[in-house]
């Protein structure tokens, strides 16, 4: 298994720049590794979902070249989840699965911002010049990240993106639960 160690204070302060960059770069690597990768596997679950939903004779088909393709992409598989919870009854899943506020909507646009935020780490890049190298301190990653046309570097905690991976595993969980409960046909008694 692999794991990501984060260098302490004290490791930290005996760094070379170059070694900070390093540490930096490993650590912006792992944590936009983890989260795109639970992301994709959210889209999966997504995808098994509307599967299940629409239940074609020929499913592997239908996800080859329907789900997997550019005609239906995270946005509109989310567009799609939306009209099923809604025309078919399933409002107290995303009541019980709303973070901010108990509306059918809020679960629907955690996940569009989550598609949003695949996409800017999936183009955001690493600040490794000499001036952020100098002040990581072994919690905090910097980077490049575009917006409405403007580019900035931004700081984040460890901390953070270890809250934003649990977030996202989270939701998988959860339409993962709401999959089995509603599509599985070895359901529990």
């Not at 099923?84 to 569009?112: A, M, Q, V």
Request: glycine residues 4%; hydrophobic residues 35%; negative net charge.
């Amino acid at each position: 298994m692999i794991t990501h160690s984060i260098p302490t204070k004290e490791e930290v302060s005996k760094m070379t720049t170059k070694e900070k960059l390093g540490h930096m770069t490993m650590d912006f690597m792992w944590y936009r590794g983890m989260i795109i990768q639970h992301l994709i596997d959210l889209e999966m679950t997504l995808d098994m979902i509307l599967t299940a939903y629409f239940n074609p004779e020929m499913p592997n088909d239908f996800n080859t070249f329907l789900l997997n393709t550019g005609f239906v992409d995270f946005g509109r598989k989310v567009n799609i989840l939306s009209y099923i919870l809604d025309k078919n009854g399933y409002p107290d899943f995303l009541k019980e699965n709303s973070k901010k506020e108990l509306t059918n909507n809020s679960f629907i646009n955690e996940l569009r911002e989550w598609n949003s935020k695949r996409n800017d780490l999936a183009h955001c890049k690493l600040a490794g010049h000499d001036e952020v190298a100098r002040e990581y301190d072994g919690d905090r990653i910097s980077f490049w990240s575009s917006k409405n046309g403007t580019t900035e570097i931004k700081a984040k905690k460890m901390s953070e993106f270890n809250l934003e991976l649990k977030e996202v595993i989270d939701i998988n969980n959860r339409l993962i639960i709401f999959l089995n409960t509603n599509f599985s046909t070895a359901k529990e008694s």
